[in-house]
């Protein structure tokens, strides 16, 4: 079974998400990339606690275009240091993972 992978990324605003998942996808990084939101996220960032409303987009794809996705999430992305999580698929119905593979470069 090929090694699939889900991304998240975060964004401030909702239209910037919609932007980056369209590209991701048109690109055939991901197969799917589902915009959730409005979360509230609190971090610390330059000696500070802050407080913010961002919009999640969990990205799925192969682990093998990984670097290739996150260089395209960092050029399309806003934020100075964008999360870019991947964690692995450990298990999925073989029918959407089929579906996932047949649409990826």
Not at 29 to 52: F, K, M, N, R
Not at 56 to 69: A, N
Not at 76 to 93: C, K, N, Q, R, W
């Amino acid at each position: 079974m090929k090694e699939y992978i889900q991304v998240m990324t975060t964004t401030e605003t909702e239209e910037e998400a919609r932007r980056i998942a369209r590209a991701l996808v048109e690109r055939r990084l991901a197969g799917c990339v589902q915009v959730l939101g409005p979360i509230t996220s609190t971090y610390w960032w330059e000696g500070e606690i802050e407080t913010a409303q961002e919009w999640l987009c969990l990205i799925k794809s192969r682990r093998d275009l990984y670097p290739e996705l996150e260089t395209a999430i960092r050029e399309l992305h806003t934020y100075e240091v964008p999360e870019i999580l991947a964690l692995p698929v450990v298990e999925g119905d073989r029918r959407y993972l089929e579906w996932l593979g047949g649409v990826l470069r």
